[in-house]
């Protein structure tokens, strides 16, 4: 399999290493390009055997599948670029949510997908976002799932749920390490706990509530039950977070929304010449 990566980032880079530390594929079979060629360089190196390319075209040029992990007001360039050289039988994926699965099937000529990673796919852990349109099917789409397989859970869902999903799943790792790194500063301002201390205890915390969660089957209601003795320490903070946060998630949601929408009119205004509102 020749696998294409046209932009190196943070999410990039991340898919590449977390397939080649899986085994899911082998350094040979990868071809990249970057806006900063050095970057891609420098890549190619930690990693003999992957093709850094100069151009994008090259970079997409005769791989079964590519993806394009790139910023959205990038899509519309990049795209111009791999036009002339795609394949009716290539796969062309996006890991950017705003740039729906119609904006590339508009102009590629070519199977579509796209996949929303997480953070959490270099612990080979955590979800993939599995999006399809009518040009892609079901063998190619099982050949996408099973090359994510190697690092994550692939999860097939409907496009309009794709902001919120990619809420929990993509954006979620950085909400939970926000609150775990304001309750271990707290720990510390508090007590004078040595922070590296505080840090391994609730870091071990958060694996292990996970874990009862997903492997334990109980869900997070049942955990504050289990943990919270009416009454008792635990009863009493709880009381507390639930009137302090009120409503705050559900503010975060609107945020992310609203950014999300935001980049939804300017990727469709930069393919379709005209502006919507939501999908």
Known sequence: MNVGFIGIGSMGSLLIESFIASGALSPSEISISNRTFSKAQALADR?????????????????????????PHEFFHVVKDIKPIVRAEQIIVSITSPVLVSHLEGELNCKIAKVIPSITN????????????????ETDKKRLESLFTHISEPLRIDENFTRIVSDLSSCGPAFMAFFLQQFVDAAVEETGIPREIALQVASNMLLGTGLL???????PTEVQERVAVPGGITAQALHMLRRETDGIFNQLIRTTHAKYNEDLIKVTTAFCGEEVNGQ
């Open 47 to 71: 990693y003999p055997g992957i093709r850094a390319e100069y151009t994008n075209a090259e970079a997409a040029m005769g791989c079964d599948i590519v993806f394009l992990c790139i910023k």
């Open 122 to 137: 270099q612990t080979w852990s955590g979800t993939s976002l599995c999006i399809y349109g009518d040009s892609i099917g």
């Open 213 to 219: 969660i997903t492997e334990g089957r109980m869900s």
